[in-house]
């Protein structure tokens, strides 16, 4: 069954620097999702990519947070000076357009942050 | 915006027994999709169940299935025959058919089987 795949699982990074979250959505899908969990709490959307840009974001998705999709493979979440709170769990998930079955997602990169 | 609701933070169930999750969501919307997912330890999220709001018919995956209650606004997921396996994080989340596609996610029921 096709996968997506994030790297690293697990990466700790020191207040102010950044930090790129790599996925690889599932070959023939369109859109792409970055979403975050802190520990203990709710999966939070963060923003969805499709068409080469950015088609819906929230309100977490502010300045500090970008994405790219550098190839035709690669799906990334840049966050350009990262804050204590910015610890959590990362997820990419992927979908296919216009389905109504959910995404897959990725089985996630920890962030901590010192 | 909508919410999503899972009031039970925590349930428990004996193997083979038969536990139902609740949630009910808030919106304005006549077309959506509703899903469960599940998040084991492990942490990855699993879709376990989706259900279409235009269905009547509620949605049967082998021992998971819903209720969907659309005037009452309820989906709530029962899980028969539990087994060990089924230990997880369990998380409601509402997708909007009319605008966009990000999921709204409850605030998850923890579920524990016991032997």
């Known amino acids: 069954e096709p996968e997506v795949t994030q790297t690293p699982s697990h990466q700790v990074t020191q207040m102010g620097q950044e930090v790129i979250l790599r996925c690889v959505p599932i070959s023939n899908h369109l859109y792409f999702y970055w979403y975050r969990q802190i520990l203990g709490q709710k999966v939070e959307f963060l923003v969805s990519f499709y068409n080469n840009e950015i088609s819906e974001k929230s309100e977490i998705f502010d300045d500090q947070f970008s994405v790219e999709r550098p190839d035709g493979s690669n799906f990334t979440l840049k966050i350009r000076s990262t804050k204590l709170e910015d610890s959590a769990m990362y997820f990419c998930?992927?979908?296919?357009?216009?389905?109504?079955?959910?995404?897959?997602f990725g089985s996630g990169t920890r962030l901590t942050v010192v | 915006a909508q919410t999503v609701t899972q009031s039970q933070p925590e349930m428990s169930v004996q193997e083979a027994e038969t536990v139902t999750l609740s949630c009910t969501y808030d919106t304005s919307e006549s077309d959506y999709y509703l899903f469960w997912y599940k998040q084991p330890p492990s942490r990855q999220m699993i879709l376990v169940i989706r259900q279409e709001a235009y269905k009547q018919q509620n949605a049967t995956e082998n021992r998971f299935s819903v209720n969907f209650q659309k005037a009452a606004k309820s989906f709530s997921l029962k899980i028969s025959d539990s087994q060990l396996g089924d230990a997880a994080m369990y998380f409601c989340a509402y997708r909007s058919g009319n605008s966009g596609y990000a999921l709204n996610f409850g605030k998850g029921t923890s579920l524990l089987v016991t032997p």
């Open positions: 998930a992927s979908s296919d357009r216009g389905t109504a079955y959910g995404y897959t």
